[in-house]
């Protein structure tokens, strides 16, 4: 079976203090995206995962999707399970690519297996896996509480535009949250503003409305990334905001041609750029 698995954004991000289990409180917005990794899944006598192109993200106990299998055949009685990859969402770079993969893997074998487990059910199982997990099995977009897993679904009647500025650098999430500690943390917002502009299809809200509680952390470890976003302000996006914990900037196009048209402003800023618009569903088979 092959499932596309997109990837995911958040226009709205903040983050309370640290728990004593050492996770965070957070309130956010995220959305699914029109950037896919690709995951094929076959019955095999063992487990294991092969990711293309080479060394886009690891192939041991510590790919996200590996380990969501095995916590699919613990539960459910499957045997070993075959997992090939084709990346196209940096990792590390904010984008939930790891979650997607896994979100991707759980979803796949509950058809592959025939397993009839709920959609509620297989957000349950992901939120042992990560923070991203739950969000990625059900796509969309949707407000996040708690430590990512309390979801609730919100309108999006029309696409979103985004331009994703990804850099070279890596920002390791522990790392972000741990610099983000160190500065002094922070509290829990209701994600109103942002909710109801989606809503409304109220693109210059929105923009005024984009918040990430992490900007702060990910340019103190990487100071270096700022010129990214001055860039894509500099071409006109009508807001630009940390896609997670970063590096990666989002910046929001009035359209899809804006869109296109800041892309091609920014190509030298980047490493890779990217236009890509919101999409309502989460993994599905192709």
């Given at each position: 079976?092959?499932?596309?698995?997109?990837?995911?954004?958040n226009?709205?991000l903040?983050?309370?203090?640290?728990r004593?289990?050492?996770?965070?409180?957070?309130?956010?917005?995220?959305?699914?995206?029109?950037?896919?990794?690709?995951?094929?899944?076959?019955?095999?006598?063992a487990?294991?995962?092969?990711?293309?192109?080479?060394?886009?993200?690891?192939?041991?106990?510590?790919?996200?999707?590996l380990?969501?299998?095995?916590?699919?055949?613990?539960?459910?009685?499957g045997?070993?399970?075959?997992?090939?990859?084709?990346?196209?969402?940096?990792?590390?770079?904010?984008?939930?690519g790891?979650?997607?993969?896994?979100?991707?893997?759980?979803?796949?074998?509950?058809?592959?297996?025939?397993?009839?487990?709920?959609?509620?059910a297989l957000?349950?199982?992901?939120?042992?896996?990560?923070?991203?997990?739950?969000?990625?099995?059900?796509?969309?977009?949707?407000?996040?509480?708690?430590?990512?897993?309390?979801?609730?679904?919100?309108?999006?009647?029309?696409?979103?535009?985004?331009?994703?500025?990804?850099?070279g650098?890596?920002?390791?999430?522990?790392?972000v949250?741990?610099?983000?500690?160190?500065?002094?943390?922070?509290?829990v917002e209701d994600?109103?503003?942002?909710?109801?502009?989606?809503?409304?299809?109220?693109?210059?809200?929105?923009?005024?409305?984009?918040?990430?509680?992490?900007?702060?952390?990910?340019?103190?470890?990487?100071?270096?990334?700022?010129?990214?976003?001055?860039?894509l302000?500099?071409?006109?996006?009508?807001?630009?905001?940390?896609?997670?914990?970063?590096?990666?900037?989002?910046?929001?196009a009035?359209?899809?041609?804006?869109?296109?048209?800041?892309a091609?402003?920014?190509?030298?800023?980047?490493?890779r750029?990217?236009?890509?618009?919101?999409?309502?569903?989460?993994?599905?088979p192709?």
């Open positions: 079976m092959k499932l596309i698995a997109p990837a995911k954004v226009p709205f903040t983050v309370g203090a640290r004593p289990d050492a996770l965070h409180e957070v309130e956010s917005v995220m959305q699914a995206v029109s950037l896919f990794d690709t995951v094929t899944l076959a019955p095999a006598d487990f294991g995962v092969t990711v293309s192109p080479a060394g886009a993200a690891p192939e041991d106990e510590s790919n996200l999707a380990r969501a299998a095995r916590a699919f055949a613990e539960l459910h009685r045997s070993g399970i075959s997992i090939a990859i084709e990346k196209q969402i940096p990792v590390a770079a904010g984008l939930g790891g979650s997607a993969d896994a979100a991707a893997t759980l979803v796949g074998l509950n058809g592959l297996l025939e397993t009839r487990v709920s959609k509620k957000e349950k199982m992901a939120a042992g896996l990560g923070a991203d997990v739950p969000f990625c099995v059900r796509g969309g977009t949707a407000a996040a509480r708690g430590v990512g897993d309390d979801l609730s679904a919100l309108p999006c009647p029309t696409p979103v535009w985004w331009v994703l500025g990804i850099s650098a890596r920002l390791p999430t522990a790392d949250y741990e610099e983000f500690d160190r500065l002094g943390g922070g509290r994600p109103y503003d942002v909710a109801d502009a989606l809503a409304r299809a109220d693109i210059e809200r929105l923009a005024s409305a984009l918040r990430n509680d992490l900007e702060r952390a990910a340019l103190s470890l990487a100071p270096q990334i700022r010129s990214g976003r001055d860039a302000g500099a071409a006109g996006v009508l807001g630009v905001i940390l896609a997670g914990s970063g590096p990666t900037w989002l910046g929001l009035r359209d899809e041609m804006h869109a296109v048209a800041i091609a402003a920014v190509q030298g800023e980047f490493a750029v990217e236009v890509v618009h919101s999409i309502d569903h989460g993994p599905r192709v």
